[in-house]
């Protein structure tokens, strides 16, 4: 559950009790008709001709025989729609008039940092490899001058390696140092410092 947004479980259970499942899921031109004590409709996630999406208002939870595709009104909107959780969540909590407070989430800026610098040395190993692969055809050089290659290949790796650790043993000022230290080293090297991850931001 998104600690940012507030939402808690008696929110979301709130947000079920007023929202008629059946009313909702007509509300977005679905054909639903009355079959027993249950509703049925043609599922608006697959094409068919023959009603297999049956609709449980009581319970607040629909199913189709025919796609497998299930869930309640929360789960419905976000499928329709393609709405994120807190977004399917903030809308059905208007349209019932559930209010929902938003907490600011201090860890919001780090942890954005810390998925760019992921994102960054993700794409470092993924060149590493390109190179790997494109430099195989081209082995022309003398054999020293690939070992010599070879061995920058390793260090570099090695290096990443040794920041990896030490980030995830909380030297985190020592890791982001470690890994910019790769920059010079090609062309190919993630620019570390360019997703605003610093030394001073990763003790922040």
């Not at 709130?14 to 899921?25: A, S, T, V, Y």
């Not at 977004?87 to 760019?116: H, M, N, Q, S």
């Not at 060149?127 to 010599?148: G, Q, V």
Request: aromatic residues 8%; hydrophobic residues 35%; charged residues 25%.
């Amino acid at each position: 559950m998104p600690e940012g947004f507030g939402i808690t479980d008696a929110v979301l259970d709130e947000i079920k009790q007023r929202i008629d499942l059946g009313d909702l899921i007509a509300s977005y031109g679905v054909d639903v008709r009355h079959s027993g004590t249950a509703l049925k409709a043609c599922c608006p996630f697959h094409h068919e001709k023959t009603p297999s999406f049956s609709i449980n208002p009581a319970k607040g939870f629909y199913h189709c025989f025919g796609c497998n595709e299930s869930g309640d009104a929360i789960k419905f909107v976000q499928k329709f729609e393609g709405l994120s959780f807190p977004e399917a969540v903030k809308k059905l909590a208007a349209k019932c008039g559930v209010t929902i407070t938003e907490k600011p989430d201090p860890e919001a800026g780090r942890r954005k940092r810390l998925y760019a610098l992921m994102a960054e040395l993700a794409s470092f190993y993924r060149r590493c490899l390109l190179m790997t692969r494109e430099a195989a055809p081209r082995a022309n050089t003398s054999r020293s001058a690939t070992l010599t290659r070879r061995r920058a290949r390793r260090g570099r790796w090695a290096t990443l390696r040794k920041a990896a650790r030490r980030y995830a043993s909380g030297r985190r000022s020592t890791a982001i140092r470690t890994a910019n230290s790769q920059r010079p080293a090609s062309s190919y090297c993630p620019n570390i410092q360019a997703t605003g991850y610093t030394t001073a931001s990763a003790d922040a």
